[in-house]
């Protein structure tokens, strides 16, 4: 399986715009450690995926390995870390913390108007 990894140079946690890091390598933060996404194929926290121009199959394959990774998230020890981290890092895409980047956006706005 293709891993993700960041560009090189990249040190910066900021900087980290991709899904997961199936092992940590010692330049990620150390919640990432503990994630239970890492034991998963990382496409299943991919949203960007998704295109209405696509066969309503692939979108409904997609749909699903969304559910899954917002159900594993759902129980994970670091959730808040890691919706913590997307959020301060505004992450435009894939699942963080168990949101969706419309959710985040709309959890965010929620937040702000508190």
């Given amino acids: 399986m293709p891993r993700k990894k960041r560009p090189a140079g990249a040190t910066d ?4 715009l991709y899904v997961l890091e199936p092992k940590f390598d010692g330049n990620g933060l150390p919640w990432m450690s503990r994630s239970w996404c890492k034991r998963y194929p990382y496409q299943w926290w991919d949203t960007h995926e ?3 121009r696509r066969p309503v199959e692939e979108r409904i394959r997609i749909a699903r390995q969304n559910h899954k990774a917002v159900r ?5 020890p670091v959730r808040k870390d ?10 435009p895409s894939n699942i ?3 949101m ?3 959710q985040r956006s709309k959890y965010k ?3 702000s108007n508190v």
Avoid: M
Avoid at 13 to 16: A, G, S, V, W, Y
Avoid at 72 to 76: D, K, S
């Fill in 50 to 52: 998704y295109d209405p």
């Fill in 13 to 16: 946690p900021r900087t980290f």
């Fill in 96 to 98: 963080w913390g168990g």
């Fill in 72 to 76: 594993i998230c759902g129980a994970c």
């Fill in 82 to 91: 890691c919706l913590e981290f997307a959020l301060e890092t505004s992450q």
């Fill in 100 to 102: 969706t980047p419309k």
């Fill in 109 to 111: 706005k929620e937040l």
